[in-house]
């Protein structure tokens, strides 16, 4: 270290724009900029310090706070390994192709009524944003909820490394960010470095609707805890009614619950979350009402009705799993009018993209979809599909701007129309520019 004269610091920031006085700026390389270009900018901002590498150590000014490391991304993991082990503070870790953000955005609503947790914050789970979201713990909490994504074998397994988690959680294993994975074996392998790193004696939370979470292997390492619908489980929630906006009432340790959420994602979440707080020491009577209150947030699952049209804003991320469970969602809504998708491209899909994109107009049918807008070139596999099943309209566009134009000259009162694709493709503009029309 280099002019350092504190023994503690704020935070750590990766972003000039953002830092507050007295933060630690990490000074990361990346694509399009390199972060020591703004070290100086950052000090001058009253950062405490810079963390820099020993190449830009070797030509800064003499009076710059410097915390020097071979590679700063290394040194930000090794700064939020450290202090994840100074706290003692109990770590939930959950991953999953599909519902992760969810049930943890669902967890901390449950949880934060009975104790302090920190959380990941936004979609911070990744070699980045994990150290971040450590570095951001206040320190005074009862327990620490974090995402772990994975684009790549062995980066949860990397992400454990900084962090050993107390628990483990995985929601789904299906066919996501399949750019990075040969196989949906390779999949399945990739989201288990979860649960093999959480320590020995902690405990797994199984979804037992999904095969691929519950082939798991047995091992006396850890506690299991079982959880899923209308299966086997140490929490079995039984279906009792879908209401006309596709919400389910389930019943699970004779308790009912009323879901204000839509689909059969939003019902595997719930049960999920219900397990995990039941498991933690939370009695029914907090975690009820706090399920039936949680509401979707904008771009995964929110509905709103506009000039009497019910729009479904599922445009944060798509993949085939959430595809299919939006589109299950859709066709479970009860409504007069017709059901019309806004479809645009599921991202890093690999080899499967086409195949996965043929799907979608397969499901889109089966569904109810009577109206198929297209954006996005990989979508252009949706439309020549749905073109071959004989969709009563299916069109494409290369402009957010016509596509709206036309969804709101041809939408009428009474008809649901869902908004999906990968984070992206930005379709959540789309709403946005039809509803200035």
Same mark, same amino acid.
Not at 168 to 185: K, Q, R, V, Y
């Given at each position: 270290?280099?002019?350092?004269?504190?023994?503690?610091?704020?935070?750590?920031?990766?972003?000039?724009?953002?830092?507050?006085?007295?933060?630690?700026?990490?000074?990361?390389?990346?694509?399009?900029?390199?972060?020591?270009?703004?070290?100086?900018?950052?000090?001058?901002?009253?950062?405490?310090?810079?963390?820099?590498?020993?190449?830009?150590?070797?030509?800064?000014?003499?009076?710059?706070?410097?915390?020097?490391?071979?590679?700063?991304?290394?040194?930000?993991?090794?700064?939020?390994?450290?202090?994840?082990?100074?706290?003692?503070?109990?770590?939930?870790?959950?991953?999953?192709?599909?519902?992760?953000?969810?049930?943890?955005?669902?967890?901390?609503?449950?949880?934060?009524?009975?104790?302090?947790?920190?959380?990941?914050?936004?979609?911070?789970?990744?070699?980045?944003?994990?150290?971040?979201?450590?570095?951001?713990?206040?320190?005074?909490?009862?327990?620490?909820?974090?995402?772990?994504?994975?684009?790549?074998?062995?980066?949860?397994?990397?992400?454990?490394?900084?962090?050993?988690?107390?628990?483990?959680?995985?929601?789904?294993?299906?066919?996501?960010?399949?750019?990075?994975?040969?196989?949906?074996?390779?999949?399945?392998?990739?989201?288990?470095?979860?649960?093999?790193?959480?320590?020995?004696?902690?405990?797994?939370?199984?979804?037992?609707?999904?095969?691929?979470?519950?082939?798991?292997?047995?091992?006396?390492?850890?506690?299991?805890?079982?959880?899923?619908?209308?299966?086997?489980?140490?929490?079995?929630?039984?279906?009792?009614?879908?209401?006309?906006?596709?919400?389910?009432?389930?019943?699970?340790?004779?308790?009912?619950?009323?879901?204000?959420?839509?689909?059969?994602?939003?019902?595997?979440?719930?049960?999920?979350?219900?397990?995990?707080?039941?498991?933690?020491? #939370?009695?029914? *009577?907090?975690? %009820?009402?706090?399920?039936?209150?949680?509401?979707? &947030?904008?771009? =995964?699952?929110?509905? @709103?009705?506009?000039?009497?049209?019910?729009?479904?804003?599922?445009?944060?991320?798509?993949?085939?799993?959430?595809?299919?469970?939006?589109?299950?969602?859709?066709?479970?809504?009860?409504?007069?009018?017709?059901?019309?998708?806004?479809?645009?491209?599921?991202?890093?899909?690999?080899?499967?993209?086409?195949?996965?994109?043929?799907?979608?107009?397969?499901?889109?049918?089966?569904?109810?979809?009577?109206?198929?807008?297209?954006?996005?070139?990989?979508?252009?596999?949706? #439309?020549?599909? *749905?073109?071959? %099943?004989?969709?009563?309209?299916?069109?494409?566009? &290369?402009?957010? =701007?016509?596509?709206? @134009?036309?969804?709101?000259?041809?939408?009428?009162?009474?008809?649901?129309?869902?908004?999906?694709?990968?984070?992206?493709?930005?379709?959540?503009?789309?709403?946005?520019?039809?509803?200035?029309?």
């Amino acid at each position: 270290m280099r002019n350092i004269e504190f023994a503690e610091f704020r935070g750590v920031s990766i972003d000039t724009r953002s830092i507050k006085k007295g933060e630690i700026f990490c000074a990361l390389p990346g694509s399009r900029f390199d972060g020591h270009r703004f070290v100086k900018i950052a000090l001058q901002y009253g950062a405490a310090a810079a963390m820099v590498s020993r190449e830009y150590a070797a030509t800064a000014a003499a009076d710059e706070a410097l915390i020097i490391v071979e590679d700063t991304l290394f040194g930000l993991q090794d700064l939020a390994r450290l202090y994840i082990r100074s706290l003692k503070i109990p770590v939930f870790a959950l991953t999953g192709s599909a519902g992760k953000t969810s049930t943890r955005r669902l967890l901390k609503h449950i949880l934060s009524t009975s104790m302090k947790v920190a959380e990941t914050p936004g979609n911070f789970n990744n070699r980045i944003g994990l150290p971040l979201s450590i570095l951001g713990i206040r320190g005074d909490e009862d327990l620490v909820l974090l995402e772990m994504g994975t684009s790549h074998p062995g980066e949860i397994r990397d992400l454990c490394s900084i962090v050993t988690p107390d628990y483990g959680l995985i929601t789904s294993i299906g066919h996501a960010h399949m750019g990075g994975f040969i196989t949906i074996e390779s999949v399945q392998k990739a989201k288990f470095e979860l649960f093999e790193s959480v320590r020995k004696g902690g405990t797994l939370f199984i979804n037992q609707n999904d095969p691929r979470v519950r082939n798991f292997p047995d091992s006396v390492r850890h506690n299991r805890i079982r959880y899923g619908i209308n299966c086997p489980a140490h929490f079995n929630a039984k279906l009792q009614s879908l209401d006309e906006h596709a919400c389910h009432t389930l019943k699970i340790e004779e308790n009912l619950i009323r879901l204000k959420t839509p689909g059969p994602g939003a019902a595997q979440n719930a049960v999920a979350a219900y397990a995990v707080c039941r498991t933690l020491g #939370l009695p029914a *009577a907090a975690i %009820l009402p706090q399920i039936e209150s949680f509401r979707p &947030e904008a771009g =995964r699952g929110k509905m @709103e009705n506009w000039e009497g049209i019910t729009l479904i804003d599922d445009s944060y991320n798509a993949n085939p799993v959430s595809v299919k469970n939006a589109l299950n969602t859709l066709k479970n809504i009860r409504c007069d009018g017709r059901k019309i998708l806004v479809f645009a491209d599921m991202l890093e899909m690999g080899e499967e993209s086409r195949s996965s994109h043929s799907r979608v107009a397969e499901e889109a049918l089966e569904s109810g979809v009577q109206h198929l807008f297209c954006y996005g070139k990989e979508s252009l596999f949706t #439309l020549l599909r *749905a073109r071959q %099943l004989n969709f009563t309209f299916a069109h494409y566009y &290369e402009d957010k =701007r016509v596509l709206a @134009e036309d969804l709101k000259f041809l939408s009428r009162p009474d008809d649901v129309i869902l908004f999906k694709a990968s984070r992206g493709m930005a379709v959540e503009e789309i709403i946005q520019i039809m509803k200035g029309l």
